[in-house]
């Protein structure tokens, strides 16, 4: 089983990975080990997680989720899906009704 985790940091900032143990991987970036970025921005919060059978589906979720604005990370942590839906189809797209 593989998961991609979006951590809430300290600072405010989310930072989106992915792993095939997911209580290993957070001791890891607790203890700085998995990501200097994490590290230095520590306490974070585990916010939102989604698993998958194949690495690649993860490593595929996780690239796809890094190239999204905030308010569309932010959508998906609050399980916000008419957000979600109206992000997709451009960043303004929800503004604009």
């Known amino acids: 089983m593989f998961h991609v985790y979006i951590l ?5 900032s989310l930072y989106v ?4 143990d997911l209580e290993k991987r957070m001791t890891e970036h607790a203890e700085g ?4 970025y994490t590290f230095a921005r520590r306490p974070f919060e585990l916010v939102w997680t989604e ?3 194949r690495r690649d589906e993860a ?10 604005v905030r308010r569309k990370k ?3 942590i ?5 957000t979600l839906r109206c992000l997709a189809r451009g960043p303004n797209r929800h503004e604009r009704g």
């Open 8 to 12: 809430r940091c300290r600072d405010g």
């Open 17 to 20: 990975g992915h792993t095939d």
């Open 33 to 36: 080990v998995a990501s200097a």
């Open 51 to 53: 698993e998958f059978g």
């Open 59 to 68: 490593f595929e979720r996780e690239r796809r989720i890094k190239g999204w």
């Open 74 to 76: 932010e959508a998906l």
């Open 78 to 82: 609050r399980g916000d899906v008419e």
